[in-house]
């Protein structure tokens, strides 16, 4: 696991014939699942990536509008023929979880501080399995919900280069497909061009939809946002559409558009269609102004290059050569919700 793994992990089971069951936190532990476990073979299994961070302004633990995390996790345990949660319910476990683990966070005004740094934060990974022992296709029986957790340090990093895909040889996702679900099978089978792109020094897979159309999606475990002038003059913040299913809804892509719409109304925001040629068109035209990718692993990441068909296209960095304006206004934004130097909706306190 990257980062440390805190020491508890919360557990549910649900069968077909009794429903859910009453949760658990307990010890961190292997878990004993039997060979024929449908999620071995199958696949059955979904989850959800959130984080909690400690309120720099009255020490509590936050979470980030973890009821987006608990319908998406249904959205996901759906397509698969899992089981719905309750929302609310799921959200309560989660608060009570990240409670007995807020020890991990530090605070100056906290005897158990663990050698930390008060921008730290925990991972908190929700996830579902199918568990009935059956080497048949059909819908699990039995089921488990488990929440661990990890903590990690705050993410500064340099300016993202990003490795367009060849839809020819590698597609992440297609309509009718299961891409808008955050599901276990939509990971693995990237790991391959994931580390195609490391090896030739990119750090992410900018994932392209249709060979002819070059359509932009999303940018490895993130949505993926440009800022350009259009030919009107106008500022637009674009990034690809729900519709047709080849995108994740992002907490942070909704985020960062809601806020930019009711904060800078001078701005289009756009949930359309774009392809890496309309990027390379801007950047030649000047009318580039800026890309990030956005979620919850890699926070607001600007984007500083993409390699498109042999070209590395330099994407302008005009905040330190490490940013762009936007990205680090929408990252400031979101972080005075987070760490609670603000009082928001969105930053929800778990005790
Ligand atoms: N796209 C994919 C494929 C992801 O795995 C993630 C991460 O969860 C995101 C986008 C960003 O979503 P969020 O902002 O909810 O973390």
Not at 118 to 132: A, H, K, Q, S, W
Request: net charge negative; with cysteine.
């Amino acid at each position: 696991m990257i980062g440390s793994a805190t020491d508890h992990m919360l557990t549910v089971t649900w069968s077909n014939s009794t429903g859910w069951g009453a949760p658990a936190i307990v010890p961190y532990a292997p878990l004993a699942l039997d060979p024929a476990a449908t999620v071995l073979h199958y696949a059955n299994e979904c989850f959800e990536g959130m984080k909690a961070y400690r309120s720099k302004r009255t020490g509590k633990i936050r979470v980030f509008r973890p009821d987006l995390n608990a319908k998406r996790l249904n959205m996901s345990a759906d397509r698969i023929a899992l089981p719905s949660f309750d929302n609310d319910e799921f959200v309560a476990l989660l608060c009570a979880f990240a409670a007995v683990e807020e020890r991990w966070l530090a605070w100056s005004g906290n005897a158990t501080i663990l050698d930390t740094d008060e921008n730290d934060f925990l991972y908190l990974r929700p996830m579902m399995i199918g568990t009935t022992p059956r080497l048949g296709l059909s819908k699990p029986n039995d089921a488990m919900l488990l929440i661990i957790a990890c903590k990690l340090p705050s993410w500064h990093s340099r300016p993202l280069r990003l490795l367009a895909s060849s839809p020819e040889e590698y597609v992440r996702a297609w309509p009718g497909g299961f891409g808008f679900a955050k599901v276990g099978a939509n990971y693995g089978p990237t790991l391959k061009a994931q580390s195609n792109a490391s090896a030739l020094g990119y750090d992410q897979v900018l994932w392209l939809f249709d060979a002819d159309k070059r359509l932009v999606t999303e940018a490895g475990g993130a949505n993926f946002f440009v800022v350009w002038r259009n030919e009107d003059g106008r500022v637009e913040l674009v990034t690809a559409p729900l519709e047709p299913g080849t995108v994740l809804d992002g907490v942070t892509r909704r985020s960062v558009m809601e806020l930019v719409r009711e904060r800078m109304p001078e701005i289009s925001v756009s949930e359309r269609q774009f392809s890496v040629d309309d990027i390379v068109t801007a950047v030649d035209s000047g009318r580039i102004i800026e890309a990030f990718a956005c979620g919850t692993a890699f926070f607001i990441a600007p984007v500083g290059e993409i390699g498109i068909s042999g070209r590395d296209v330099k994407i302008p960095l005009k905040v330190d050569g490490k940013s762009g304006e936007y990205a680090r206004t929408a990252r400031r934004w979101l972080e005075e919700i987070m760490y609670g130097e603000i009082e928001h909706a969105w930053g929800v306190p778990v005790n």
